[in-house]
């Protein structure tokens, strides 16, 4: 064969080579997803088995990670491979601690292998926090978990009793678990802090008695486990102070149907003032003429001092503050009342007048109502008298005074202009405070009087003279 047709089939067959290559290259070509620990990449990729694919991307591996598809499984466009890494797993349980490393993220998985049973009532924590059995760890390098086992729980609650058994870190948590409510003031023995451990619990509840407390306008709903009142209304933070009360007393047993009244009493002391009223006396005044008067001393008040306390209460049913009582714990006399001094005259003074043509000398003349009164006309029907109380027949010139003018004037003569000269001798009718003559005549010449008149009261001045006219 020449030379020249000899390179020409050499480099027929090189380009043959060189062209099956590309074809090769661009036909096995393909685009691939790889996850690792749910993070994805895309890679543009020419190798054949997943093996390749992560030699090719320099993507490491232990012998714990967990690849999908295997190795040595071919690839094909639009495939995905997931890798998950191996973690390092501490499984804490009974007081024994499990070491893992593996690429198993589900609990319930990771105890069977570490030979962890596990009872109904236990339960998981994942890096402190509880977790389901079956929910996966995060794709975290290390995780921790912890296996709390359930603690038996007795409960006597009244007369109920509740057999349960919980995992939770401490008993009141346990109870809110299983629908157990528990009130503030519910007694819990051991208390609701009481650690769970694994040991079993017999525990007793005592229930507190729900309170209805009417406090002033106020009314509250509490609980309270007291035996008695007064305990619950301390329970309650509801102090009685000074006189306070409550109903029922604060030392009786909690009333059975729950209803507890506070009664607020206060006390107030009280400054209180009364006037004294003054009197009034009489004093002869010898300068001042007879039935004129003068103040000799003004009258004045005096003053009389109290201490009161006053007892308030506010009672839950009434508005406001009540008061109950009132109690006087001591008087006394600030000031002293001062009598009025009236002074009346004691000067006679004799006077000659010409009264209705008659020339008298007088003494005293004082105004007064006149009516008239004859033996028959005594105002009793039907009886007739003429004798009077000094023994005088009843006739004109003799006339009646009240009683006090009597007894010192008795036979004293007077003048009454249109009357005449008179005598008193007798007791006659009068008003209280109003100065009153009856004129005396007889049956045949009887005259009616009712008005006003000057009675003259003519010398001599008796003996025994009446100062002061009521």
């Not at 006339?399 to 004037?409: F, H, K, Q, S, T």
């Not at 009856?438 to 003279?465: E, I, K, Q």
């Amino acid at each position: 064969m020449p030379i020249q047709k000899r390179w020409r089939a050499i480099v027929a067959g090189i380009a043959v080579i060189i062209i099956g290559a590309v074809l090769a290259v661009v036909l096995t070509r393909k685009q691939v997803i790889v996850e690792i620990d749910g993070i994805e990449s895309t890679y543009q990729t020419n190798a054949l088995t997943v093996k390749a694919l992560l030699r090719a991307a320099q993507i490491p591996l232990s012998e714990f990670d967990l690849v999908r598809p295997s190795l040595g499984d071919w690839l094909r466009e639009g495939d995905q491979v997931s890798i998950q890494r191996a973690a390092q797993i501490q499984i804490y349980v009974d007081g024994e601690i499990h070491t893992m490393l593996t690429a198993e993220r589900t609990p319930v998985i990771l105890l069977a292998e570490a030979g962890v049973g596990l009872s109904p009532d236990d339960r998981i924590l994942a890096d402190g926090m509880f977790i389901a059995l079956d929910q996966p760890l995060s794709p975290a390098p290390a995780h921790s978990l912890q296996v709390r086992r359930a603690t038996p729980i007795t409960l006597h609650d009244g007369s109920q009793e509740y057999i349960f058994a919980s995992a939770a870190s401490m008993l009141g948590e346990a109870l809110w678990e299983q629908g157990i409510a528990l009130y503030h003031s519910d007694q819990l023995n051991p208390p609701s802090d009481t650690p769970l451990e694994g040991q079993a619990i017999q525990a007793e509840l005592t229930r507190a008695q729900a309170l209805t407390l009417h406090l002033q306008s106020q009314t509250y709903r509490t609980r309270s486990i007291g035996p008695t009142v007064g305990a619950a209304l301390a329970d309650s933070g509801v102090a009685l102070q000074g006189s306070d009360y409550s109903l029922p007393d604060e030392g009786e047993r909690l009333p059975v149907d729950g209803v507890i009244q506070v009664v607020r009493v206060r006390e107030e002391v009280l400054l209180e003032q009364e006037p004294l009223p003054f009197g009034v006396t009489q004093q002869a005044l010898s300068e001042v003429e007879i039935d004129h008067t003068e103040v000799v001393q003004a009258g004045q008040y005096g003053l009389k001092a109290q201490r009161v306390r006053v007892i308030y209460e506010a009672r839950p049913e009434a508005q406001g503050w009540q008061e109950i009582t009132r109690q006087v714990e001591d008087e006394w006399v600030v000031r002293e009342p001062q009598a009025r001094i009236v002074g009346y005259g004691t000067m006679i003074v004799m006077r000659t007048e010409n009264v209705g043509g008659a020339t008298i000398e007088y003494w005293r003349k004082v105004e007064a109502y006149a009516t008239s009164y004859s033996p028959c006309r005594l105002g009793i029907p039907d009886y007739c008298s003429s004798t009077t109380a000094s023994g005088a027949p009843l006739q004109k010139g003799v006339i009646g005074v009240i009683r006090a003018w009597y007894n010192y004037m008795r036979g004293q003569q007077v003048y009454i202009p249109g009357y005449g000269f008179a005598t008193i001798e007798d007791l006659g009718a009068g008003v209280s405070g109003r100065h009153w003559v009856d004129l005396g005549y007889s049956d045949a010449d009887w005259v009616d009087w009712h008005r006003n008149v000057t009675v003259y009261f003519l010398t001599p001045v008796p003996g025994n003279v009446l100062w002061v006219l009521e």
